[in-house]
Protein backbone atom coordinates (compact mmCIF):
# COMPACT_ATOMS: atom_id res chain seq x y z
CA UNK A 1 0.00 0.00 0.00
CA UNK A 2 2.60 2.39 0.69
CA UNK A 3 4.66 1.69 -2.74
CA UNK A 4 0.72 2.71 -4.13
CA UNK A 5 0.80 5.67 -2.25
CA UNK A 6 4.45 6.82 -3.13
CA UNK A 7 3.52 6.13 -6.95
CA UNK A 8 0.75 8.16 -7.07
CA UNK A 9 2.47 11.03 -4.87
CA UNK A 10 5.67 10.83 -7.56
CA UNK A 11 2.85 10.98 -10.65
CA UNK A 12 1.42 14.08 -9.48
CA UNK A 13 4.51 15.77 -8.73
CA UNK A 14 5.32 15.22 -12.31
CA UNK A 15 2.17 16.35 -13.96
CA UNK A 16 2.13 19.41 -11.59
CA UNK A 17 6.25 20.03 -12.50
CA UNK A 18 5.16 19.59 -16.30
CA UNK A 19 2.34 22.00 -16.37
CA UNK A 20 5.12 24.90 -14.58
CA UNK A 21 7.32 23.85 -17.20
CA UNK A 22 4.88 24.29 -20.01
CA UNK A 23 3.75 27.74 -18.64
CA UNK A 24 7.69 28.71 -18.36
CA UNK A 25 7.42 28.38 -21.90
CA UNK A 26 4.26 29.77 -22.52
CA UNK A 27 5.59 32.81 -20.56
CA UNK A 28 8.88 33.09 -22.50
CA UNK A 29 7.14 33.01 -25.85
CA UNK A 30 4.68 35.61 -24.74
CA UNK A 31 7.80 38.19 -23.61
CA UNK A 32 8.96 37.95 -26.84
CA UNK A 33 5.74 37.67 -29.53
CA UNK A 34 2.68 39.20 -27.53
CA UNK A 35 4.18 41.82 -24.93
CA UNK A 36 0.88 43.13 -24.79
CA UNK A 37 -0.98 39.60 -23.79
CA UNK A 38 -2.93 36.76 -24.85
CA UNK A 39 -4.95 38.22 -27.84
CA UNK A 40 -6.35 37.43 -30.84
CA UNK A 41 -5.44 37.55 -33.88
CA UNK A 42 -1.96 35.62 -32.57
CA UNK A 43 0.86 37.02 -34.35
CA UNK A 44 2.74 34.15 -36.81
CA UNK A 45 6.20 33.41 -35.27
CA UNK A 46 8.92 32.37 -37.62
CA UNK A 47 9.11 28.85 -39.19
CA UNK A 48 11.91 27.84 -37.54
CA UNK A 49 10.23 28.62 -33.84
CA UNK A 50 6.55 26.97 -35.06
CA UNK A 51 8.08 23.78 -36.23
CA UNK A 52 10.25 23.48 -32.82
CA UNK A 53 6.93 24.52 -31.10
CA UNK A 54 4.82 21.94 -32.92
CA UNK A 55 7.83 19.17 -31.91
CA UNK A 56 7.57 20.61 -27.97
CA UNK A 57 3.70 20.14 -28.09
CA UNK A 58 4.34 16.23 -29.70
CA UNK A 59 7.05 15.96 -26.98
CA UNK A 60 5.00 16.50 -23.87
CA UNK A 61 2.45 13.60 -25.13
CA UNK A 62 4.92 11.04 -25.39
CA UNK A 63 6.24 12.05 -22.28
CA UNK A 64 2.72 11.52 -20.82
CA UNK A 65 2.23 8.32 -23.10
CA UNK A 66 5.93 6.79 -21.77
CA UNK A 67 5.01 7.49 -17.94
CA UNK A 68 1.69 5.88 -17.56
CA UNK A 69 3.41 2.89 -19.93
CA UNK A 70 5.78 2.09 -17.74
CA UNK A 71 3.73 3.05 -14.57
CA UNK A 72 2.01 -0.39 -14.98
CA UNK A 73 1.90 -3.41 -17.12
CA UNK A 74 -2.38 -3.24 -17.66
CA UNK A 75 -3.82 -1.89 -20.42
CA UNK A 76 -6.45 -0.21 -18.58
CA UNK A 77 -4.29 1.04 -15.77
CA UNK A 78 -2.28 2.57 -17.96
CA UNK A 79 -5.34 4.29 -19.74
CA UNK A 80 -5.86 5.50 -16.09
CA UNK A 81 -2.23 6.95 -15.47
CA UNK A 82 -2.65 8.97 -19.01
CA UNK A 83 -6.14 10.15 -18.03
CA UNK A 84 -4.87 10.87 -14.91
CA UNK A 85 -0.84 12.82 -15.61
CA UNK A 86 -3.17 14.44 -18.76
CA UNK A 87 -6.00 16.29 -16.48
CA UNK A 88 -3.13 17.12 -13.61
CA UNK A 89 -0.92 18.61 -16.23
CA UNK A 90 -3.50 20.82 -17.51
CA UNK A 91 -4.90 21.65 -15.02
CA UNK A 92 -1.63 22.72 -13.11
CA UNK A 93 -0.58 24.48 -16.66
CA UNK A 94 -3.35 26.98 -16.45
CA UNK A 95 -2.59 27.70 -12.32
CA UNK A 96 0.88 28.48 -13.37
CA UNK A 97 -0.08 30.35 -16.28
CA UNK A 98 -2.10 32.45 -13.51
CA UNK A 99 0.44 32.76 -11.28
CA UNK A 100 3.12 33.87 -13.65
CA UNK A 101 0.89 35.83 -16.10
CA UNK A 102 -2.06 36.70 -13.72
CA UNK A 103 -3.80 34.86 -16.87
CA UNK A 104 -6.76 33.87 -17.49
CA UNK A 105 -8.29 36.47 -16.05
CA UNK A 106 -11.40 34.30 -16.72
CA UNK A 107 -12.35 30.65 -17.72
CA UNK A 108 -13.95 32.24 -20.43
CA UNK A 109 -10.87 34.11 -21.75
CA UNK A 110 -9.79 32.11 -25.58
CA UNK A 111 -6.43 29.82 -25.78
CA UNK A 112 -4.81 28.13 -28.51
CA UNK A 113 -4.71 24.38 -26.90
CA UNK A 114 -2.61 22.62 -29.53
CA UNK A 115 -1.72 23.43 -32.71
CA UNK A 116 -1.11 19.50 -34.19
CA UNK A 117 -2.39 18.92 -36.90
CA UNK A 118 -4.40 22.47 -36.67
CA UNK A 119 -4.88 25.06 -34.06
CA UNK A 120 -7.20 24.33 -31.13
CA UNK A 121 -9.19 26.65 -29.82
CA UNK A 122 -11.49 27.16 -27.31
CA UNK A 123 -12.47 29.33 -24.05
CA UNK A 124 -10.11 28.00 -21.30
CA UNK A 125 -13.32 26.19 -18.85
CA UNK A 126 -13.51 23.58 -22.01
CA UNK A 127 -10.25 22.13 -21.72
CA UNK A 128 -10.66 22.20 -18.27
CA UNK A 129 -13.79 20.51 -18.31
CA UNK A 130 -11.89 17.66 -20.20
CA UNK A 131 -9.23 17.00 -17.59
CA UNK A 132 -11.71 16.91 -14.78
CA UNK A 133 -13.30 14.14 -16.16
CA UNK A 134 -10.55 12.56 -17.03
CA UNK A 135 -8.87 12.74 -14.09
CA UNK A 136 -12.33 11.79 -12.38
CA UNK A 137 -12.59 8.55 -14.67
CA UNK A 138 -8.97 7.84 -14.25
CA UNK A 139 -10.05 7.55 -9.89
CA UNK A 140 -13.09 5.10 -11.10
CA UNK A 141 -10.70 2.98 -12.55
CA UNK A 142 -8.29 3.27 -9.62
CA UNK A 143 -10.83 2.21 -7.25
CA UNK A 144 -12.39 -0.39 -9.18
CA UNK A 145 -9.48 -2.38 -10.00
CA UNK A 146 -7.86 -1.80 -6.41
CA UNK A 147 -11.07 -3.45 -5.12
CA UNK A 148 -10.72 -6.59 -7.83
CA UNK A 149 -12.71 -5.78 -10.16
CA UNK A 150 -12.31 -6.69 -13.68
CA UNK A 151 -12.82 -4.11 -16.36
CA UNK A 152 -13.11 -4.32 -19.59
CA UNK A 153 -14.08 -1.71 -22.58
CA UNK A 154 -16.09 -3.59 -25.07
CA UNK A 155 -15.87 -2.83 -28.86
CA UNK A 156 -18.95 -0.27 -28.43
CA UNK A 157 -17.75 1.04 -25.45
CA UNK A 158 -14.61 2.12 -27.10
CA UNK A 159 -16.05 3.14 -30.16
CA UNK A 160 -18.26 5.36 -28.60
CA UNK A 161 -15.54 6.98 -26.43
CA UNK A 162 -13.90 7.96 -29.83
CA UNK A 163 -16.88 9.24 -30.92
CA UNK A 164 -17.11 11.57 -27.71
CA UNK A 165 -13.51 12.50 -28.68
CA UNK A 166 -14.26 13.07 -31.99
CA UNK A 167 -16.79 15.52 -30.84
CA UNK A 168 -14.80 17.47 -28.20
CA UNK A 169 -11.96 17.61 -30.90
CA UNK A 170 -14.07 18.88 -33.78
CA UNK A 171 -15.43 21.71 -31.41
CA UNK A 172 -12.19 23.14 -30.64
CA UNK A 173 -10.91 22.79 -34.35
CA UNK A 174 -13.50 23.11 -36.99
CA UNK A 175 -13.12 26.41 -37.85
CA UNK A 176 -9.58 25.65 -38.33
CA UNK A 177 -10.05 22.76 -40.30
CA UNK A 178 -11.73 24.98 -42.83
CA UNK A 179 -9.49 27.78 -42.59
CA UNK A 180 -5.67 26.83 -41.01
CA UNK A 181 -4.87 30.21 -40.55
CA UNK A 182 -7.84 32.01 -39.34
CA UNK A 183 -6.29 32.74 -35.97
CA UNK A 184 -3.99 35.06 -37.82
CA UNK A 185 -6.11 37.74 -39.48
CA UNK A 186 -9.23 37.09 -37.00
CA UNK A 187 -10.54 36.37 -32.83
CA UNK A 188 -13.00 33.61 -32.51
CA UNK A 189 -16.29 34.67 -32.16
CA UNK A 190 -18.13 31.82 -30.47
CA UNK A 191 -17.83 28.63 -29.37
CA UNK A 192 -18.99 25.21 -30.90
CA UNK A 193 -20.73 23.96 -27.46
CA UNK A 194 -23.38 22.17 -28.93
CA UNK A 195 -20.34 19.53 -30.53
CA UNK A 196 -18.31 20.03 -27.28
CA UNK A 197 -21.41 19.05 -24.46
CA UNK A 198 -22.62 16.16 -27.05
CA UNK A 199 -18.78 14.58 -26.61
CA UNK A 200 -18.62 15.36 -22.73
CA UNK A 201 -22.39 13.61 -22.57
CA UNK A 202 -21.00 10.94 -24.31
CA UNK A 203 -17.65 10.39 -22.46
CA UNK A 204 -19.88 10.12 -19.32
CA UNK A 205 -22.71 7.47 -20.41
CA UNK A 206 -19.38 5.49 -21.26
CA UNK A 207 -18.01 6.14 -17.96
CA UNK A 208 -21.44 5.04 -16.16
CA UNK A 209 -21.45 2.08 -18.56
CA UNK A 210 -18.10 1.11 -17.24
CA UNK A 211 -18.41 1.77 -13.44
CA UNK A 212 -21.69 -0.15 -13.38
CA UNK A 213 -21.21 -3.20 -15.75
CA UNK A 214 -17.66 -3.87 -14.39
CA UNK A 215 -17.33 -7.98 -13.29
CA UNK A 216 -16.31 -8.38 -9.79
CA UNK A 217 -13.34 -11.12 -9.48
CA UNK A 218 -11.84 -13.40 -6.47
CA UNK A 219 -8.30 -13.26 -5.53
CA UNK A 220 -6.24 -10.66 -4.00
CA UNK A 221 -5.99 -6.80 -4.82
CA UNK A 222 -4.12 -6.31 -8.10
CA UNK A 223 -1.07 -4.45 -8.02
CA UNK A 224 -0.68 -0.99 -9.92
Known amino acids: MKDKINKYIWLILFAIAMGYL ?13 PGGFTFPFPMPPVKLYLTELGRELSTIVMLVGIA ?12 YFLLLFGLWDIFYYFWLYILLQWPTSFLDWDILFSIPVSWAA ?7 VSFLFIGFSVIIFYLHSKGYKI ?4 WEGVTSL ?18 RIYLYQAPSSFHWGLFNCGIIILIIVIGSLTFLSIPSTGREPPL
Not at 152 to 155: C, R
Not at 163 to 180: N, R
Request: hydrophobic letters at 60%; proline letters at 6%.
Open 123 to 129: PVIAPLI
Open 22 to 34: EAAVVSYLRELYC
Open 163 to 180: VGLLLIFLSMTIDALFEP
Open 69 to 80: IVSSSAGIIRIA
Open 152 to 155: IISF
